[in-house]
């Protein structure tokens, strides 16, 4: 069985709540005020089963929305995840004010499919009624879209309706499932013995119970105890589903409310959006928007003012599209490709609708020549994930995969598969979580080479760069692209050893004005090789700290800690005396072996604490001993 979402509009008292009570048996008019006014207020739902042409089956949940000019808001945020309209016109009244707003806001949110019920059929004028729809309806995606004369009160056309439906269903692929799920949240409250309860239409992927999610824009986690849809308890709910999730830890107000929305990534909310806003050709009389001005922008069930700054003019009349930003005051959770609808600080008219072109915006780079080319091509097609994830790259250069467009309606393998293939044609680099364009990572790469040939340049007695000043020379880059990057270097003919790098062919050597300092100081470690000088007395100027250093890096010293060194060869000597001496008379204590060795207390401690770490020996109490896994034949190597 297929999942779909379909919503009623159109104008008040045009008959949509009673026409979803003879399609489904449910009334979708659930409030006192409702039945007393005889008006919808507030979002209604029900569900119907449907069977397709070619014996396929359908479940629909249905959003029954007000029609009324007052509760437009309630309106909207019924239909911002929906799959087809039911747009209803009475026979009586034909095309009316709110018949229009309802299918501008249809076309403002990208809907592709409706279908029209004529109601009240049965008070005749149907014919008449009808040419008015296909003239209200040319020049939109809905031009050809099937009218069906209905009748409640008579029965007529029910069927038909129910099989028109299906036939539009039956065109349609099932909602994807790319394993975002977002959930706009319609209804919140709280069952007695049960707890918070929230309601919404689940898109972009599934939802089980047990789940952790998030409610954006706060942030706060919760585990679902449980799941309805339609009345009936389920372990899984797919995109498509009208869904009730238990949320019994959350309080309703403080860390939940309509119009915020659970999904199960912990995603950053959105304060700024670069868009294509449209103000559509069917506005009458209307006065152009200007650029500065405040407006409230809905998308799903969020509601929130928002300044709209215009691009490249200072306002924008109907019938015309432009590049705008929009500065919320609220954060919301938008997705690249997302639609909304823009009405008038005072609630009165639908202005302009538009897509999200970029959610990762900021005022300050809103005119850069980047922006500008982002979404200028993404506005195009928002939803080409090839193009998405060039100009992604494009504008960041380095990107972290993981992070690549998390906030769109594509898919990891979606974005994986572009970058696969942007790999193949050699217009990326690809390593781990990190991509680049090739361009920016081919300077990247050379930037770091050069670094490190200076350094070479600088100090050829050293065995390379330090790690981290080469972390600091390029910390504008985040720690996995650093990471990719020292792999790419080593795959390319540098070498990585301990916290160095360099190039592979780099052989350090002392340059001649320091060898008389690295003779110096061999000179002064031979005189005492068991019971050396402090080592800061063995560098007491730049030439004898850089011999210093070369004679350790290339293994003829060897570093017992920050104060002491020794020359190797006696090192292994003292490693030999104390090896032979546990080997012929067990464990020693450090007093014992100083004396074998015939040096100081200052040096031993360290030297044994050396032996400890390279694995020849262990410290049992105040003893050592050689290690278990050693022989004392090995040991003596």
Same mark, same amino acid.
């Given at each position: 069985?297929?999942?779909?979402?379909?919503?009623?509009?159109?104008?008040?008292?045009?008959g !949509?709540? @009673?026409?979803?009570?003879?399609?489904?048996?449910t009334? #979708?008019? =659930?409030?006192p $005020?409702?039945?007393?006014?005889? %008006?919808?207020?507030?979002?209604?739902f029900?569900?119907?089963?449907l069977?397709?042409?070619?014996?396929?089956?359908?479940?629909?949940?249905?959003?029954?929305?007000?029609?009324h000019?007052?509760?437009?808001?309630?309106?909207?945020?019924?239909?911002?995840?929906i799959?087809i309209?039911?747009?209803?016109?009475?026979?009586?009244?034909?095309?009316m004010?709110?018949?229009?707003?309802?299918?501008q806001?249809l076309?403002?949110?990208g809907?592709k499919?409706i279908v029209?019920?004529?109601?009240?059929?049965?008070?005749?004028?149907?014919?008449?009624?009808?040419?008015?729809?296909?003239e209200?309806?040319?020049?939109t995606?809905?031009?050809?879209?099937?009218?069906?004369?209905?009748?409640?009160?008579?029965?007529?056309?029910?069927?038909?309706? !129910?099989? @028109?439906l299906?036939?539009e269903?039956?065109?349609?692929? #099932?909602? =994807?499932?790319? $394993?975002?799920?977002?959930?706009? %949240?319609?209804r919140?409250?709280?069952?007695?013995?049960?707890?918070?309860v929230?309601t919404?239409?689940l898109?972009?992927?599934a939802?089980?119970?047990?789940?952790?999610?998030f409610?954006q824009?706060?942030?706060?986690?919760?585990?679902?105890?449980?799941?309805?849809?339609?009345?009936?308890?389920?372990?899984?709910?797919?995109?498509?589903?009208?869904t009730?999730?238990?949320?019994?830890?959350l309080?309703?107000?403080?860390?939940?409310?309509?119009?915020?929305?659970i999904?199960?990534?912990?995603?950053?909310p959105?304060?700024?959006?670069d868009?294509?806003?449209?103000?559509?050709?069917?506005?009458?009389?209307?006065?152009?928007?200007k650029?500065?001005?405040?407006?409230?922008?809905?998308h799903?069930?969020?509601?929130?003012?928002?300044?709209?700054?215009?691009?490249?003019s200072?306002?924008?009349?109907?019938?015309?599209?432009a590049?705008?930003?929009l500065?919320?005051?609220a954060p919301?959770l938008?997705?690249?490709?997302?639609?909304?609808?823009?009405?008038?600080?005072?609630?009165?008219?639908?202005?302009?609708?538009?897509?999200?072109?970029?959610?990762?915006s900021?005022?300050?780079?809103?005119?850069?020549?980047?922006?500008?080319?982002l979404v200028?091509?993404?506005?195009?097609n928002?939803d080409?994930?090839d193009?998405?994830?060039?100009?992604?790259?494009?504008?960041?250069?380095?990107?972290?995969?993981?992070?690549?467009?998390?906030?769109?309606?594509?898919?990891?393998?979606?974005?994986?598969?572009v970058?696969q293939?942007?790999?193949?044609?050699?217009d990326?680099?690809?390593?781990?979580?990190?991509?680049?364009?090739?361009l920016?990572?081919?300077?990247?790469?050379?930037?770091?080479?050069?670094?490190?040939?200076?350094?070479?340049?600088?100090?050829?007695?050293?065995?390379?760069?330090?790690?981290?000043?080469?972390?600091?020379?390029?910390?504008?880059?985040?720690p996995a692209?650093?990471?990719?990057?020292?792999?790419?270097?080593?795959?390319?003919?540098?070498?990585?050893?301990?916290s160095?790098?360099?190039?592979?062919?780099?052989?350090?050597?002392l340059?001649p004005?320091i060898?008389?300092?690295?003779?110096?100081?061999?000179?002064?470690?031979?005189?005492?090789?068991?019971?050396?000088?402090?080592?800061?007395?063995?560098?007491q100027?730049?030439h004898?700290?850089?011999a210093?250093?070369?004679?350790?890096?290339?293994?003829?010293?060897?570093?017992?800690?920050?104060?002491?060194?020794?020359?190797?060869?006696?090192?292994?000597?003292?490693?030999?005396?104390?090896?032979?001496?546990?080997s012929?008379?067990g464990?020693?204590?450090?007093?014992?072996?100083?004396?074998a060795?015939?040096?100081?207390?200052?040096?031993i401690?360290?030297?044994?604490?050396?032996l400890?770490?390279?694995?020849?020996?262990?410290r049992?109490?105040?003893?050592?001993?050689?290690?278990?896994?050693?022989s004392?034949?090995?040991?003596?190597?």
């Amino acid at each position: 069985m297929k999942h779909f979402i379909l919503a009623t509009a159109g104008h008040v008292d045009h008959g !949509k709540s @009673a026409l979803i009570k003879a399609l489904t048996g449910t009334d #979708p008019d =659930r409030l006192p $005020e409702e039945k007393a006014r005889g %008006i919808t207020i507030d979002l209604g739902f029900a569900e119907l089963n449907l069977t397709g042409p070619e014996g396929e089956t359908f479940h629909i949940g249905i959003v029954d929305v007000p029609g009324h000019e007052d509760f437009v808001r309630n309106m909207i945020a019924g239909i911002g995840s929906i799959d087809i309209g039911l747009l209803t016109v009475a026979a009586d009244d034909g095309w009316m004010p709110q018949t229009e707003e309802h299918l501008q806001i249809l076309l403002y949110l990208g809907l592709k499919r409706i279908v029209v019920a004529l109601t009240k059929s049965d008070l005749g004028n149907t014919d008449s009624v009808t040419a008015q729809i296909r003239e209200k309806l040319a020049g939109t995606p809905f031009a050809n879209c099937q009218i069906v004369p209905t009748s409640v009160r008579t029965g007529e056309g029910l069927e038909d309706l !129910k099989r @028109a439906l299906a036939s539009e269903f039956a065109a349609l692929s #099932p909602p =994807r499932d790319i $394993e975002k799920p977002r959930l706009f %949240i319609d209804r919140a409250f709280t069952l007695r013995g049960i707890g918070t309860v929230v309601t919404g239409t689940l898109t972009g992927g599934a939802l089980r119970v047990g789940d952790t999610i998030f409610v954006q824009p706060r942030g706060i986690s919760a585990r679902i105890r449980s799941l309805q849809s339609h009345g009936r308890d389920v372990d899984l709910v797919q995109p498509g589903t009208r869904t009730a999730i238990n949320l019994p830890d959350l309080e309703i107000g403080t860390d939940v409310k309509r119009g915020d929305v659970i999904g199960a990534q912990l995603l950053g909310p959105s304060s700024t959006l670069d868009v294509l806003l449209t103000r559509t050709a069917r506005l009458r009389r209307a006065v152009p928007m200007k650029s500065g001005a405040s407006a409230y922008v809905h998308h799903g069930t969020t509601r929130t003012l928002a300044k709209i700054i215009l691009a490249e003019s200072e306002s924008l009349a109907a019938g015309e599209s432009a590049f705008a930003q929009l500065r919320l005051t609220a954060p919301l959770l938008g997705f690249l490709g997302d639609r909304f609808v823009v009405r008038d600080a005072s609630e009165q008219h639908t202005l302009a609708g538009g897509v999200v072109l970029n959610p990762d915006s900021n005022p300050t780079d809103f005119r850069s020549p980047e922006q500008r080319a982002l979404v200028a091509a993404r506005a195009a097609n928002p939803d080409d994930v090839d193009l998405a994830v060039w100009t992604e790259i494009a504008r960041a250069g380095i990107v972290q995969i993981s992070h690549l467009l998390q906030r769109s309606s594509f898919s990891a393998a979606e974005i994986a598969t572009v970058l696969q293939r942007l790999w193949d044609h050699g217009d990326l680099f690809l390593h781990g979580d990190v991509a680049g364009k090739a361009l920016v990572w081919r300077e990247l790469r050379e930037r770091a080479a050069n670094l490190i040939d200076a350094a070479h340049r600088a100090n050829p007695e050293r065995r390379g760069l330090e790690l981290t000043d080469l972390r600091a020379e390029l910390s504008s880059i985040l720690p996995a692209t650093f990471d990719a990057l020292m792999d790419d270097l080593c795959a390319n003919g540098f070498v990585r050893a301990g916290s160095t790098i360099s190039r592979g062919s780099h052989r350090p050597s002392l340059p001649p004005e320091i060898l008389p300092a690295a003779e110096s100081i061999r000179a002064t470690l031979s005189e005492k090789p068991f019971d050396p000088p402090n080592r800061k007395d063995l560098s007491q100027d730049r030439h004898l700290q850089q011999a210093l250093r070369f004679l350790i890096e290339q293994g003829d010293m060897v570093e017992l800690n920050s104060e002491i060194v020794l020359l190797r060869d006696a090192a292994e000597q003292m490693r030999s005396t104390v090896v032979g001496l546990i080997s012929d008379h067990g464990p020693a204590t450090a007093s014992q072996l100083r004396q074998a060795i015939g040096t100081s207390r200052r040096v031993i401690i360290p030297f044994l604490e050396y032996l400890d770490r390279v694995g020849v020996t262990q410290r049992i109490g105040d003893s050592r001993q050689l290690r278990e896994t050693k022989s004392a034949t090995i040991a003596r190597r």
